[in-house]
Structures are given as C-alpha cells and as structure tokens.
C-alpha cells in the first residue's frame, strides 16, 4: 500500500488496523514479502488486525522492495531497514512476528533495539541443525540467480560473502545461543518440523529463552492458533 525510501533502498509496506502494533516479518526466505502470509497456515494481516495495528512488510530485494546488494550485507543490513521503517512509522516500540527466516530477523531487532521490541512470536524459525546448510545456500542462490542479470556490477566473489554472512552461521545463523539464552524479551515459539524449520530449533529457542513458551501443535487449528496468539500479546501491549 504505500513505498518508504531510505538512501538507495525502497521498501514496501501496508498498515491494517488500528492499536498496538505489530511488524510482521513474513515467511519465505530470502523472498520474504508480505504476500506470503496469504499461503501460511493462519493470516496474521487478516486475523490479527482487528486487535493491533499490523504492519506487514517486504524485505529488500524481495516482493516489491528493492536495494543494492554488497559482500558486506548481513543479517544488519535487513535489521537496520527494519528499524529505518519502524522510525518512518514513528513507531517507538512493537511486537515482532516473524515466520520462517522470520526467526533470525526477529532475534536481530531484540539484539539491536531490545527496548524497542515488547514481545515476539517466533513461527517455524529456520536454524542450523547440523545437516541443512546447503538447503540455505541453494535457496538463497536461486534467489540470487534472479537478481543478477539486474545487477551485473555486484561479482560472483561478493554475492558469496553475502551468502556466507547469511548462512555460515550456526543456530538460528544470526545471534547464537549465548544472546538468546540471555534474551528476555517474552516469546511465543511455534514450532517447525522440517529440515528448512527444524523441530530441534524451536525446542532450543524455547529452552534457552527466558521468557519463552513452546507450542507444539499450532498448524492443524488456526483459529486455535489466533487466540494463542492474540492472548500471549495482550498483556505486553
């Protein structure tokens, strides 16, 4: 619904809702948009926006959003876009969702601005489990493949450093255990169970998290799923 222009970077953005609100870090992987919400097992735009003002977003180079690429960008580069948008909004504190490569996004705004985040729902985060990297690095080269007829002065050597800062992490590929064992930020976690979402993961985000609370079973009754949700995030709004 609306376009926020930061230095070379164009981020889109809708806002439904009023209250509260809630950024929306969609699932997807390197493709995150809001757009995928619409294929996920519950809609958080459409379910949540009732009770919170729901900004939904796509990150650079994703959806309709666009920006530079360099062999220095990381997990930061997509964490300060977040924030930039969030100032834009002058939204000074919010709840995050995030859903899929969600996970690690979120853990970088509590990390980077943890006044900033009130609570967190972390759904089916991607991590490192000991046998799924090359799942990340083919997923983030078949979006990289896209991009670079568009961007033919970015060098092979850079788009691999980019993709090494992403994903040659261990854990959740961005804060690692240490921060999230020590995070006290209210979490809801759930849980993934497949190779990009790791069951395993999500067992060790809510075991190490302080604040965190798992749950198991969430895909089969979404508006079960909703009222978790909206319940968990009522009392830190």
């Known amino acids: 619904m609306a376009f926020f222009d930061r230095d070379q970077v164009r981020l889109y953005y809708e806002v439904h809702g009023e209250g509260y609100p809630i950024l929306l870090i969609a699932p997807g992987g390197m493709r995150s948009a809001a757009a995928f919400w619409h294929r996920s097992e519950w809609n958080p735009i459409e379910t949540l926006s009732a009770h919170f003002k729901v900004i939904a977003m796509d990150q650079r180079n994703a959806g309709q ?71 990340m690095y083919d997923m ?12 033919p002065e970015v060098s092979d050597s850079e788009w691999r450093q980019f993709r090494g800062n992403m994903y040659d992490g261990d854990f959740d590929f961005n804060v690692g255990r240490d921060f999230v064992s020590q995070c006290p930020i209210p979490m809801l976690v759930l849980m993934g169970n497949d190779a990009y979402h790791p069951q395993s993961i999500s067992r060790d985000i809510a075991r190490l998290a302080p604040n965190a609370t798992l749950v198991e079973e969430w895909k089969s009754d979404a508006a079960s799923t909703v009222q978790t949700v909206i319940d968990f995030l009522k009392p830190f709004s």
């Open 65 to 135: 959003s666009s920006g530079p690429v360099t062999g220095e960008d990381g997990w930061h580069t997509y964490t300060d876009d977040q924030l930039a948008l969030l100032d834009h909004l002058n939204v000074e504190q919010a709840h995050v969702l995030g859903g899929c490569i969600g996970g690690p996004y979120a853990f970088g705004l509590m990390r980077a601005a943890p006044a900033r985040v009130s609570a967190a729902i972390l759904q089916q985060s991607i991590g490192y489990d000991g046998t799924n990297r090359q799942l």
């Open 140 to 151: 983030f080269d078949s979006w990289a493949e896209e991009l670079k007829p568009e961007m």
